[in-house]
């Protein structure tokens, strides 16, 4: 088998968004410039910047039964009102708090010492090998050529940067701060930064101090010279090193942050085993048989755009890999943010913050179970039980209420104070269904009964807690927000009933049962009474299922977000397995593939296209879950493998973790139970192989291969994972082109199982 290893480019990349990348998780490298400029920026996951006060989310509770009934009467101006002057009461200004960027720490800059050399016309080109976990440039004529190649060491948290040349030559180095003068506004809050350099012997180190009160973060970059060339002389601070046929520079990079906040506010329970990079990565493989191996990015992007079938192929070879590699480099003891773990500058998009109205889930965590690597699921269950004490804190403050609210962003805390009438984020309740999903998703997988019983059945029971005691008040919820939707006419997104809001409700407390069965806990029956007192789903008068459940409100179908297709996401609520409500969601993800094919500018949030592609695929659509993985693999994916939030632009993660998992929904869907192989194939995957697929139960799928005219799984339970599921009977449903169309019900244990069909007709016709 052909799968991709790594990728290759002939572009230079004029910005760090452009740049090649490496990371260990938590520490992470991007490496841009020209020969005569080039620049690393070292990030550290931990490195925030408390530009924004740490303030607590607005009183509102008193004040919830007038913003309701204005709700109630399409008054959504006057609660929004009430809202407004409710926040400058407590001191809240004009402009939004935001959450906490994430930023660099310091710039290793690289430049010949002798800047007379011929460089700027030389040829250029760069590669990554995702196994290895390495990155390089390299330029010049033969005989004088010479690269810079980075490495990530993960086991001993460090990069290391290797430069080489063909001929003798010096290169400097020096270590600089990552911020411009014209990026500082973004610390409204008055915080200082404090920069210092060190130098020695064959050694820099910069701290990068950033002080708001008692919130301090220093981060510190160390650079070491290592290796055989001799201790080179220090110059204004820089590193000079002769460079030459056998002679290399190699540079050892090491970050550290240490963090201060007040104290005991936020511990961390949830251990986070060592990884390796390369077993993650090589835990699952594509092959679709295009034969484009060797073939530079944009070449095979240019043809694939041009609607070449074995360059489009390629192109998703590339970026199921692509994607996957990057997820795992920057996977640490804390989740991907919306960049992952790399960042280039001071006044990063959304603060390159945890977004959890969508990003983390159907972004950069999308594929974490489904492609075999469910331990990257850990960091953000580390992360979410950080801010237990603020999603409490938020649960009393907003609604009156005990248990526990998850707000839509976080970064350095988990308080509920980012909002503004365009984006109604205090009213948005769906963050903790959401992230009890993702718990359960890592539990079902892995049966580890540890991170269970300490950390995810605490938190069901402080979100459906929450839930109930909502319900109760009333199975009605209003205010209720679909991200970041407006409905045609209405002043705000205020409304009543979001579909997505009761999916998100409805879920949680289904998963709640579950999770009591496995923890060996009980339930309480307020869950499932809760669960029957929420409105049914609803299809729309123009035969797509309603945004939003009260008839009153019209639906937006242009529009990135596609909260409202949640039911559908993972395995199905089961209130949308009528054939009318299939329909109508099924309508809803054609209409909403097509806006986006309308015009360039609607590939935005790239995220939004893989929602749709996973629930084409769970509907049985193999076309339409083709259409959006290629939109992800050809306009979300750079020349140098990493992705971007829109076509073309904003350095992002989401199509990173969002395409492996459309690719992986189309090939098998592993419910509770239940496998469905080869469920969305679509003609253009004539032939194929992928490995290491996984899901829920506990159920692997080591291989699946398909041809002209067979299909063939070898299928396993993972080991230890008894709890997550009844029984060991599984019902296997045949590919959806099978020639028997009946299902099996195979005993699966630690052993594989090998399954076989043929096909009815050439997948090519």
């Given at each position: 088998?052909?799968?991709?290893?790594?990728?290759?480019?002939?572009?230079r990349?004029?910005?760090?968004?452009?740049?090649?990348?490496?990371?260990t998780?938590?520490?992470g490298?991007?490496?841009?410039?020209?020969?005569?400029?080039?620049?690393i920026?070292l990030?550290?996951?931990?490195?925030?910047v408390?530009?924004?006060?740490?303030?607590?989310?607005?009183?509102l509770?008193?004040?919830?039964?007038?913003?309701r009934?204005?709700?109630?009467?399409?008054?959504?101006?006057?609660?929004?009102?009430?809202?407004?002057?409710?926040?400058a009461?407590?001191g809240?200004?004009?402009?939004?708090?935001?959450?906490?960027?994430f930023v660099?720490?310091?710039?290793?800059v690289?430049?010949?010492?002798?800047?007379?050399?011929?460089?700027?016309?030389?040829e250029?080109?760069?590669?990554t090998?995702?196994v290895?976990?390495?990155?390089?440039?390299?330029?010049?004529?033969p005989?004088y050529?010479?690269?810079?190649?980075m490495s990530?060491?993960r086991?001993?948290?460090?990069?290391?940067?290797?430069?080489?040349?063909?001929?003798?030559?010096?290169?400097?180095?020096?270590?600089?701060?990552?911020?411009?003068?014209?990026?500082?506004?973004?610390?409204?809050?008055?915080?200082?930064i404090?920069?210092?350099?060190?130098?020695s012997?064959?050694?820099m180190?910069?701290?990068?101090?950033?002080?708001?009160?008692e919130?301090v973060?220093?981060g510190?970059?160390?650079?070491?010279?290592?290796?055989?060339?001799?201790?080179?002389?220090?110059?204004?601070?820089?590193?000079?090193?002769?460079?030459?046929?056998?002679?290399?520079?190699?540079?050892?990079?090491r970050?550290?942050?240490?963090?201060?906040?007040?104290?005991?506010?936020?511990?961390?329970?949830?251990?986070?085993?060592r990884?390796?990079h390369?077993?993650l990565v090589?835990?699952s493989?594509?092959?679709?048989?295009?034969?484009?191996?060797?073939?530079h990015t944009?070449?095979l992007?240019?043809?694939?755009?041009?609607?070449?079938?074995d360059?489009?192929?390629g192109?998703?070879?590339?970026a199921?890999?692509?994607?996957?590699?990057?997820i795992i480099?920057?996977?640490?003891?804390?989740p991907?943010n919306?960049?992952?773990?790399?960042?280039?500058?001071?006044?990063?998009h959304?603060?390159s913050?945890?977004?959890?109205?969508?990003?983390?889930?159907?972004?950069?965590?999308?594929?974490?179970?489904?492609?075999?690597?469910?331990?990257?699921?850990?960091?953000?269950?580390?992360?979410?039980?950080?801010?237990?004490?603020?999603?409490?804190?938020n649960?009393?403050?907003?609604?009156?209420?005990?248990?526990?609210?998850?707000?839509a962003?976080?970064?350095?805390h988990?308080?509920?104070?980012?909002f503004m009438?365009e984006?109604p984020?205090?009213?948005?309740l769906?963050g903790?269904?959401?992230?009890?999903?993702?718990?359960?998703e890592?539990?079902?997988?892995?049966?580890?009964?540890?991170?269970?019983?300490?950390?995810?059945?605490?938190?069901?029971?402080g979100?459906?807690?929450?839930y109930?005691?909502?319900?109760?008040?009333?199975p009605?919820?209003?205010?209720?927000?679909?991200?970041?939707?407006?409905?045609?006419?209405w002043?705000?997104?205020?409304?009543?009933n979001?579909?997505?809001?009761?999916?998100m409700?409805r879920?949680?407390?289904l998963?709640?049962?579950r999770?009591?069965?496995m923890?060996?806990?009980s339930?309480?029956?307020?869950?499932?009474?809760?669960?029957?007192l929420?409105?049914?789903?609803?299809?729309?008068?123009?035969?797509?299922?309603?945004?939003?459940?009260?008839?009153?409100?019209?639906?937006?179908n242009?529009h990135?977000?596609?909260?409202?297709?949640?039911?559908?996401y993972?395995?199905?609520?089961?209130?949308?397995?009528t054939?009318?409500?299939?329909?109508?969601?099924?309508?809803?993800?054609?209409?909403?593939?097509?806006?986006?094919?309308?015009?360039r500018?609607n590939?935005?949030?790239?995220?939004?296209?893989?929602?749709l592609?996973?629930?084409?695929?769970?509907?049985?659509?193999?076309?339409a879950?083709?259409?959006?993985a290629?939109?992800?693999a050809?306009e979300?994916?750079?020349?140098?493998?990493?992705?971007?939030?829109?076509?073309?632009?904003?350095?992002?993660?989401d199509?990173?973790g969002?395409?492996?998992?459309?690719?992986?929904?189309?090939l098998v869907?592993?419910?509770?139970?239940?496998?469905?192989?080869?469920p969305?194939?679509?003609?253009?995957?004539p032939?194929?192989?992928?490995?290491?697929?996984?899901?829920?139960?506990?159920?692997?799928?080591?291989?699946?291969?398909?041809?002209?005219?067979?299909?063939?799984?070898?299928i396993?339970?993972?080991?230890?994972?008894?709890?997550?599921?009844?029984?060991?009977d599984?019902?296997?449903?045949?590919?959806?082109?099978?020639?028997?169309?009946?299902?099996?019900?195979?005993?699966?244990?630690?052993?594989?199982?090998v399954?076989?069909?043929?096909?009815?007709?050439?997948l090519?016709?």
């Open positions: 088998m052909a799968h991709r290893t790594r990728i290759d480019s002939r572009a990349a004029v910005t760090w968004e452009d740049g090649v990348v490496v990371g998780g938590t520490l490298a991007v490496l841009f410039g020209s020969p005569e400029h080039h620049e920026q990030t550290h996951e931990q490195f925030l408390p530009a924004y006060r740490d303030v607590p989310a607005p009183l509770s008193a004040h919830l039964p007038a913003i009934s204005a709700v109630l009467e399409h008054r959504e101006e006057d609660a929004a009102d009430i809202v407004e002057r409710v926040a009461g407590e809240y200004g004009e402009r939004p708090e935001m959450t906490d960027p660099p720490i310091a710039a290793l690289i430049e010949p010492a002798d800047q007379r050399a011929p460089e700027s016309g030389s250029y080109s760069r590669w090998h995702f290895r976990a390495e990155s390089a440039v390299r330029w010049g004529e005989g050529g010479a690269s810079v190649t990530a060491d086991d001993g948290e460090r990069i290391l940067v290797t430069v080489a040349s063909e001929n003798p030559r010096a290169f400097r180095f020096r270590l600089q701060p990552s911020w411009h003068p014209a990026e500082t506004p973004v610390l409204q809050s008055g915080a200082r404090d920069w210092a350099l060190t130098t012997p064959g050694r180190t910069a701290t990068t101090r950033v002080r708001e009160g919130r973060r220093d510190l970059v160390a650079v070491a010279l290592t290796g055989a060339p001799p201790i080179p002389s220090s110059e204004l601070g820089d590193l000079l090193v002769h460079c030459g046929p056998g002679r290399a520079a190699v540079i050892e990079i970050a550290s942050v240490a963090v201060h906040e007040p104290a005991g506010r936020f511990p961390d329970a949830v251990p986070i085993p990884l390796n390369a077993d090589q835990r493989t594509l092959d679709l048989r295009s034969g484009t191996d060797g073939e944009e070449s992007l240019d043809r694939a755009r041009a609607g070449d079938p360059a489009v192929r192109a998703l070879e590339v199921f890999a692509a994607g996957r590699a990057g480099a920057s996977s640490g003891l804390l991907p919306l960049t992952g773990v790399w960042q280039g500058g001071w006044s990063p959304w603060s913050d945890y977004t959890i109205n969508g990003n983390v889930q159907w972004g950069a965590l999308a594929a974490a179970v489904s492609t075999g690597t469910p331990e990257l699921l850990l960091p953000l269950i580390r992360l979410i039980e950080r801010f237990s004490s603020d999603f409490a804190e649960a009393q403050r907003l609604c009156g209420l005990p248990g526990l609210y998850v707000p962003r976080v970064t350095t988990g308080r509920a104070n980012h009438a984006y984020h205090e009213f948005w769906g903790g269904a959401w992230m009890l999903r993702m718990m359960y890592y539990v079902s997988a892995t049966g580890d009964e540890e991170v269970l019983r300490q950390s995810v059945w605490p938190f069901a029971v979100v459906n807690r929450f109930t005691a909502l319900i109760e008040r009333s009605i919820l209003a205010p209720s927000y679909s991200p970041e939707n407006t409905p045609p006419g002043a705000n997104p205020l409304t009543v979001a579909t997505s809001e009761v999916a409700i879920d949680a407390l998963l709640g049962g999770l009591a069965s923890a060996g806990q339930a309480p029956e307020s869950w499932s009474a809760a669960r029957d929420l409105s049914p789903y609803r299809v729309a008068s123009d035969g797509m299922l309603a945004e939003w459940i009260d008839s009153r409100t019209p639906n937006e242009a990135r977000h596609q909260s409202h297709l949640y039911g559908l993972y395995e199905g609520d089961e209130s949308l397995t054939t009318p409500m299939r329909a109508a969601a099924l309508a809803t993800v054609r209409a909403r593939l097509a806006w986006r094919r309308e015009r500018e590939l935005e949030m790239a995220f939004g296209t893989a929602q592609g996973v629930v084409a695929a769970r509907l049985g659509d193999a076309e879950a083709l259409l959006a290629q939109v992800l050809t979300h994916f750079s020349a140098a493998g990493v992705s971007t939030h829109d076509a073309g632009s904003i350095f992002n993660l199509a990173s969002g395409l492996p998992s459309v690719i992986a929904e189309m869907q592993i419910d509770p139970g239940e496998i469905r192989v080869l969305a194939l679509p003609a253009a995957w032939e194929g192989e992928v490995t290491g697929l996984a899901g829920r139960g506990g159920v692997i799928i080591d291989r699946l291969t398909w041809a002209r005219g067979t299909a063939e799984a070898a396993r339970f993972r080991p230890g994972t008894a709890i997550t599921r009844p029984g060991d599984v019902v296997v449903r045949p590919p959806a082109r099978a020639a028997d169309q009946r299902s099996l019900t195979v005993r699966l244990t630690g052993e594989v199982q399954l076989r069909w043929k096909l009815t007709k050439d090519s016709a």
